[in-house]
């Protein structure tokens, strides 16, 4: 399979502890994002990178959550101290850079915070 | 400010009938609109994309029309299948990607009546 994915699938923690996700993109794209979304409401854009670069950050990611994608390939998400309102669904997608751009998104990791 | 509006939560239809899926956006920078379709408890799947220099599109069931001088984009199911029970997400984004990557509505639930 040489699609988006994700690991965990389900992430269940207690308030206060720190989480980190994994996203293997698909091989050859360059652009790698993270996006977050809660009930109701459409994808979130949270950041991007264009290879190992993280080129833009949403005002929604504060300065609990970092990102980094080492050597252009994986990327990891953390979330430090985890909070109730953090509990979401958090999805990576990637893309090749230009225009009519297409994401490509993994299933995503269920995170609840208890 | 969402920038990319699905006014109607839920949609229900008839087997074999038309879904009509409608979306607004508000940023005349956008040029370049996406579906994606998005089953429980997984990622968003790309469906369909349209231009700005068009205003059709067509794959199989699947036509999205945009109309830029309303700011306006629907996409058209027919005949509709059980399987097409889903929420529908429609994206936008600005020439060349990149930054904010896709702006998404909240999503339209598509329940197929058999």
């Known amino acids: 399979d040489t699609g988006v994915s994700q690991d965990p699938r389900h992430k269940i923690t207690k308030r206060g502890q720190n989480v980190t996700f994994r996203c293997d993109p698909i091989?050859?794209?360059?652009?790698l994002y993270w996006y977050r979304q809660t009930l109701g409401q459409g994808p979130e854009f949270l950041t991007y990178f264009q290879n190992e670069a993280q080129l833009e950050k949403s005002r929604l990611l504060s300065d609990r959550f970092s990102a980094e994608r080492p050597k252009g390939s994986f990327s990891t998400l953390e979330i430090q101290r985890t909070e109730q309102g953090d509990s979401a669904m958090y999805l990576c997608a990637s893309s090749t850079a230009g225009t009519n751009e297409k994401l490509f998104f993994g299933s995503g990791t269920q995170l609840s915070v208890l | 400010d969402q920038q990319v509006k699905q006014n109607s939560p839920s949609l229900s239809v008839q087997e074999g009938r038309i879904s009509i899926l409608n979306c607004d956006y508000t940023?005349?920078?956008?040029?370049?609109f996406l579906w994606y379709k998005k089953y429980p408890a997984e990622g968003p799947t790309f469906l369909i994309s349209i231009s700005s220099i068009k205003d059709k599109n067509e794959d199989g069931r699947f036509t999205v029309f945009l109309n830029k001088s309303a700011k306006h984009l629907s996409l058209h199911i027919v005949p509709s299948q059980p399987g097409d029970s889903a929420v529908y997400f429609c994206?936008?984004?600005?020439w060349g990607g990149g930054a904010d990557g896709l702006t998404f509505g909240k999503g339209t639930h598509l329940i197929i009546q058999p």
């Open positions: 091989s050859e794209h360059n652009r």
């Open positions: 994206a936008a984004s600005l």
């Open positions: 940023n005349s920078m956008f040029d370049y």
